[in-house]
């Protein structure tokens, strides 16, 4: 018997190191791959980014999570500080309380002047020869008054010089900037990245060392930071002679992202990273067929990529037989018969939450819950005084995330699942999680007429389309689905519907692609559990 062979289990089949640029708590799709993946026989190390200085460790099912930290050292720190003598002649200089002092010592002179200008007014209603004295002082201040004005001017103006020297090499946006960032993509093609964003490199530093110790036999680099880590660390160990197997896993269409960075060289020099390292892949797998078709077109792929949904698991991590489940209402304090929309998901402003709150005085008796990262969030509280303001502060709920496995029977409750998202490139592409966990949850959804989305909801019939930000077309939405809410339940019962729409059936497709890369290792057999591993309860994300 080998020695990873017990006396009743099949070998292990393999060690597969994914790769993930977040903090991997908050991220549903990497925790479930890593778990199921696990499951079925791989040895699984999941390597995450660490919100500190510290490595963190824990287990998620028989898969091992570990958090190292990055720090971001070639963050462009540099890069504001150049190429501004031309453009902005006149802004103080960065690094040095100049303009701060300036601006302080010219209020400080006025102020000066105007007490001494009060006081002379005073000396002039006393009358005599020290009135006399006092109204030729006050017309000798008006040259220092004057010119304290134009200094307090002159100083502001070079503030503002500063703010803008500051931004726009933060945005990079400038004519200049752009030309720089043209010709560096066409002289380097490929490898601008290097020039125009080297940030890029810190995710190297600090995984690459931890990914060729833990000598995998497969790789599986999730989304476009990490994808050239996971290719450098092939080419190294086929440097060395050992086999190593690279899978892409595509969240996203990169050109159709809106870059949560305010920098104008962000997207053209991670697409272009990108580029360099797709190639490298022996497999891609994404999360819809329209991405699928769109990825393999862009990176001429000679196959296209799998497609692996962002569907919901349907079992618990663990036993959880004597565990009351969260429930959506009862955290309202809802009856049942109030109609209650949610929503679950980040709150970032092109998801559509405002289409929402503004609808409320539309829907007098209808209630909206947001389940979201974190209640406390800016967004969150404007989006809370905006209802305040409507008259609809008392019907609209703010809740924080619950288990990813949870999350079906957390929503069950609610009446109507509500996806308002913006166009935006990706958002036509898939059919997101969210949208299995409302369908899981049988809950009739409204989504706005994003293509793929509004599509497949056309075809089920489980719900209604509106027109993305209209906010009285998504009201109508509601009205509909809350007028014959059965009718749309009823586009659950199809057979086979909800059971491809399971991370269970995912699960065997991502093994399927792990078999072909690494085919001479024994299938591990699934197995039902008894035992149920702990997980530490990450929470649901989107």
Same mark, same amino acid.
């Given at each position: 018997m080998g020695p990873d062979q017990t006396g009743d289990e099949p070998s292990r089949r393999g060690k597969v190191v994914m790769l993930v640029c977040n903090g991997i708590k908050g991220d549903s799709r990497v925790?479930?791959?890593?778990?199921?993946?696990?499951?079925?026989?791989?040895?699984?190390?999941?390597?995450?980014?660490?919100?500190?200085?510290?490595?963190?460790?824990?287990?998620?099912g028989q898969a091992r999570a570990m958090l190292v930290p990055v720090p971001t050292r070639l963050d462009r720190t540099r890069h504001p500080l150049r190429g501004f003598g031309i453009r902005y002649p006149f802004a103080y200089q960065l690094g040095r309380p100049e303009a701060?002092?300036?601006?302080?010592?010219?209020?400080?002179?006025?102020?000066?002047?105007?007490?001494?200008?009060?006081?002379? !007014?005073?000396?002039?209603?006393?009358?005599?020869?020290?009135?006399?004295?006092?109204?030729?002082?006050?017309?000798?201040?008006?040259?220092?008054?004057?010119?304290?004005?134009?200094?307090?001017?002159?100083?502001?103006?070079r503030h503002r010089q500063l703010i803008k020297r500051v931004s726009s090499r933060r945005r990079c946006d400038t004519r200049l900037d752009r030309l720089v960032t043209s010709a560096c993509r066409k002289i380097r093609g490929r490898r601008s990245w290097r020039t125009l964003w080297p940030a890029l490199w810190d995710f190297e530093i600090a995984y690459g060392p931890v990914v060729d110790k833990l000598k995998a036999d497969l790789i599986h680099a999730n989304d476009f930071r990490v994808i050239g880590v996971g290719a450098r660390a092939k080419?190294?160990?086929?440097a060395k002679g050992r086999p190593l197997k690279l899978v892409w896993d595509a969240h996203e269409f990169l050109p159709g992202i809106k870059p949560w960075v305010d920098n104008e060289r962000w997207k053209p020099a991670h697409i272009d990273h990108e580029r360099e390292y797709v190639p490298c892949a022996d497999a891609a797998v994404t999360v819809s067929d329209s991405l699928a078709e769109l990825l393999q077109r !862009?990176?001429?792929?000679?196959?296209?990529?799998?497609?692996?949904?962002?569907?919901?698991?349907?079992?618990?991590?663990?036993?959880?037989?004597?565990?009351?489940?969260?429930?959506?209402?009862?955290?309202?304090?809802?009856?049942?018969?109030?109609?209650?929309?949610?929503?679950?998901?980040?709150?970032?402003p092109q998801r559509g939450l405002a289409t929402m709150v503004e609808a409320l005085p539309r829907l007098p008796s209808v209630h909206a819950a947001l389940v979201v990262p974190n209640p406390e969030a800016a967004a969150i509280r404007k989006l809370l005084a905006r209802a305040a303001a409507l008259g609809a502060g008392?019907?609209?709920?703010?809740?924080?995330y619950v288990e990813h496995w949870q999350v079906p029977h957390f929503l069950s409750s609610?009446?109507?699942?509500?996806?308002?998202?913006?166009?935006?490139?990706?958002?036509?592409?898939?059919?997101? !999680?969210?949208f299995f966990e409302y369908s899981h949850a049988r809950l009739p959804v409204v989504v706005s007429d994003v293509e793929t989305m509004a599509r497949t909801v056309r075809e089920t019939g489980q719900g209604?389309?509106?027109?993305?930000?209209?906010?009285?077309?998504?009201?109508?939405?509601?009205?509909?689905?809350l007028a014959d809410s059965a009718r749309y339940r009823a586009a659950y019962d199809k057979p086979g519907l909800l059971d491809a729409w399971t991370w269970e059936a995912q699960a065997e497709v991502l093994d399927q692609v792990y078999s072909e890369l690494v085919p001479d290792r024994p299938r591990f057999p699934q197995r039902v559990r008894t035992n149920h591993t702990e997980m530490t309860a990450p929470p649901m994300s989107r």
């Open positions: 925790q479930k791959a890593a778990y199921s993946a696990a499951e079925a026989g791989w040895d699984v190390v999941l390597l995450g980014r660490s919100p500190d200085r510290k490595i963190h460790k824990w287990s998620i701060a002092y300036r601006a302080q010592k010219v209020k400080a002179w006025r102020v000066d002047l105007s007490i001494r200008r009060a006081s002379l !007014t005073l000396a002039q209603q006393e009358g005599g020869f020290r009135a006399l004295w006092a109204r030729l002082r006050r017309i000798g201040l008006l040259a220092p008054r004057v010119a304290a004005k134009g200094m307090s001017r002159w100083v502001a103006f080419t190294r160990a086929l !862009t990176h001429r792929l000679a196959r296209k990529p799998t497609v692996v949904l962002n569907a919901p698991s349907m079992r618990p991590p663990q036993e959880t037989s004597d565990e009351p489940l969260p429930s959506l209402r009862e955290q309202c304090e809802l009856d049942p018969d109030v109609p209650l929309v949610v929503y679950s998901g980040a709150a970032s008392d019907r609209l709920h703010v809740l924080g609610a009446d109507v699942g509500a996806i308002p998202i913006h166009h935006w490139p990706n958002h036509e592409l898939a059919l997101i !999680t969210k209604e389309v509106f027109r993305a930000e209209d906010i009285e077309d998504y009201a109508r939405a509601v009205r509909a689905v």
